[in-house]
């Protein structure tokens, strides 16, 4: 754990010594990694004034604790998961360099789920779980270089198979403007 740590703190910092003529403003597509629930990798796809499509892949379940009680039963793992978001931003405060947004959209999450019914073999299943979830965060792009940094929080509500298993959600990463 302590080297993905080591590894991120060492892309960011490598990250931040590029320079580019890049200006402080997002462009079309932004790539990059985020750190929180879930964890993985982001993409990004601007397009209209104010508009994005966000999609993160990775993991869940790490941050706010892999052993939660689930259905009849628990989980005990941490889970790979897709998510994605449509995206509406703004300028904070009049600049360029800052955004905040909000969106909502879908996820789909598997996990290996502990059913009570297996415990005195300490077995699982692997269970596929749907939701949806919202986001709201701000975003600040670094000046002359073509790298924003974003922190943000939502919530994940799941429809399917546990109708209203909540999930809260929050995470800050580094996304390269391309």
């Not at 449509?86 to 904070?92: E, G, I, M, S, T």
């Amino acid at each position: 754990m302590k080297k993905k740590y080591l590894f991120a703190i060492t892309l960011l910092l490598v990250s931040l010594g590029i320079t580019t003529k890049a200006s402080a403003q997002y462009t079309n597509w932004a790539v990059g990694f985020r750190l929180g629930e879930p964890a993985g990798i982001n993409v990004r796809k601007y397009f209209a004034e104010n508009r994005a499509i966000d999609v993160n892949i990775g993991t869940f379940g790490g941050l706010y604790g892999n052993n939660r009680d689930y259905l009849r039963g628990a989980y005990r793992s941490v889970g790979i998961t897709l998510q994605g978001h449509y995206l509406f931003h703004n300028r904070l405060f009049g600049k360029d360099s800052m955004h905040g947004y909000y969106g909502f959209g879908g996820q789909i999450n598997s996990r290996r789920y502990y059913p009570d019914r297996l415990a005195y073999v300490n077995e699982y299943e692997t269970r596929l779980s749907l939701g949806a979830s919202g986001v709201a965060g701000a975003e600040y792009f670094l000046p002359n270089r073509p790298l924003s940094v974003f922190l943000e929080a939502g919530l994940y509500a799941e429809a399917l198979p546990s109708p209203l298993f909540f999930n809260v959600q929050s995470g800050l990463g580094l996304r390269l403007n391309l």
